[in-house]
Nanobody, 119 residues
Framework: QVQLVECGGGLVQTGGSLRLSCAASRSTFSPQSMGWFRQAPGKQRELVAV???????NYADSVKGRFTVSRDNAKNTVYLQMNILKPSDTAVYYCNAVVSTWNERSDYWGQGTQVTVSS
């Protein structure tokens, strides 16, 4: 069983920066995509940013130009650099990895890390 271990959350002031990282526990794990979702209190979990093994990225409109997702395939680690943070970015951030075969998709999730942006 693969575990995704996240770190890097915390409390930051508006306009500040944080960097999240997420590492897979198994070196032979080769997800097609890795990325980040977030869930604020009372809201649904939403996509923040994802990156494929080939480096293609996709961002939520609300974070474009401020957040950057990157990936080290050799280390099975995905990062999220968050700049110009806003109070609306406050949420629990979850790492996600997707492994797909021709007939099956498996999603793996981290335990979540809290990001709080104070105004």
């Amino acid at each position: 069983q693969v575990q995704l271990v996240e770190c890097g959350g915390g409390l930051v002031q508006t306009g500040g920066s944080l960097r999240l990282s997420c590492a897979a526990s198994r070196s032979t794990f080769s997800p097609q995509s890795m990325g980040w979702f977030r869930q604020a209190p009372g809201k649904q979990r939403e996509l923040v940013a994802v990156i494929t093994s080939g480096g293609t990225t996709n961002y939520a409109d609300s974070v474009k130009g401020r957040f950057t997702v990157s990936r080290d395939n050799a280390k099975n680690t995905v990062y999220l650099q968050m700049n110009i943070l806003k109070p609306s970015d406050t949420a629990v951030y979850y790492c996600n990895a997707v492994v797909s075969t021709w007939n099956e998709r498996s999603d793996y999730w981290g335990q979540g890390t809290q990001v709080t942006v104070s105004s």
